[in-house]
């Protein structure tokens, strides 16, 4: 069995450059310490809830954060992958989180709805334009980076139902304002509340997917098992595993029988090369036979049907 770097492939890089969460961080807590002011002397359990937002917000990135720095951290030969699906956790918290902030709104909403309380629209606009700013220059900031980090993607979706949330305190304004409907902040954040639970299903399911080590969703076993099998000098292929151990960083362990070990060498780079560019995979174990070393109830572990 060899273990191969493979030089030009894409391999995972834990963030160390935390920089745009650190900014957004702080703007938010900033600005929920403002619209917290607000809300208690206005009396706008709106503007409160939205406030208590924010501060989930900011407790997501932090937890972000951190997570980023344990990541960093070398692997060990207690944890040989060191820490790294520690963002991958604090996605799956992440994604928890905005479920339980949808309930909440909802909760809240059904509440207002039958009993629709009196608040000021003027402190609502000021509070909800400022807000809006403040989360389209966080959404700018971690833009790039929540693509190829499940970790920061958390923290994004947090801050775009923050800036929906401010969206929706001035429509509710708006209709307080010109009609004094006063159930419209009700039925904006029941609405909001769909949109929290589209994002944190995004995040829970590709973390847990992460977390039970099931194949990439952009790979294809059969595809590259049938790659592999038109190589020359390949007699069968088994034992295919893939799996995703962080954001960016997809792996692959595979058995090869081979009918001839004096090309082994070049079957195998053969094999690693194609996997590394044609499926991205950073990491790569291959193990080449001449004959199958069936091992102790291997094939519970096959994920193709017996022949």
């Given amino acids: 069995m060899q273990e191969h770097d493979l030089t030009g492939a894409a391999h995972h890089v834990p963030t160390s450059d935390n920089r745009s969460l650190r900014i957004s961080v702080v703007l938010i807590s900033l600005y929920f310490v403002f619209e917290a002011a607000v809300a208690i002397s206005t009396g706008s359990l709106a503007m409160l809830a939205d406030a208590a937002h924010e501060l989930s917000t900011a407790i997501a990135i932090s937890m972000s954060l951190v997570a980023m720095k344990y990541s960093s951290k070398p692997p060990t030969p207690e944890r040989t992958y060191g820490y790294l699906r520690t963002e991958i956790v604090a996605a799956l918290f992440n994604g928890l989180l905005l479920f339980g902030m949808a309930g909440f709104i909802f909760y809240r909403g059904v509440i207002r709805l039958y009993n629709p309380v009196e608040v000021p629209s003027g402190p609502m606009f000021i509070v909800a334009i400022g807000g809006i700013w403040l989360e389209i220059a966080s959404l700018i900031i971690m833009y790039r980076s929540q693509k190829e980090n499940l970790n920061i993607r958390g923290s994004f979706w947090h801050v775009i ?75 069968d292929v088994h034992h295919m595993h893939a799996w995703t151990i962080t954001s960016g960083l997809k792996a692959l362990s595979t058995h090869v029988t081979i009918d001839d070990f004096t090309v082994a060498e070049e079957i195998l780079q053969t094999i690693k090369i194609k996997v590394s560019d044609k499926w991205g995979f950073a990491l790569s174990t291959i193990q080449l036979e001449t004959s199958s070393l069936d091992e102790h109830e291997s094939k519970r572990l096959e994920f193709r049907p017996d022949d």
Avoid at 199 to 208: E, K, Q, T
């Fill in 161 to 235: 139902n923050a800036f929906l949330g401010s969206i929706a305190i001035i429509i509710a304004a708006t209709f307080i304002a010109a009609a004094k409907i006063y159930i419209a902040d009700s039925i904006a954040g029941i609405i909001f509340g769909f949109v929290l639970i589209y994002g944190a299903f995004g995040l829970v399911r590709d973390s847990l997917r992460i977390l039970i080590d099931a194949t990439p969703r952009d790979i294809d076993m059969q595809a590259i098992e049938a790659d592999i099998r038109a190589l020359s000098g390949v007699v």
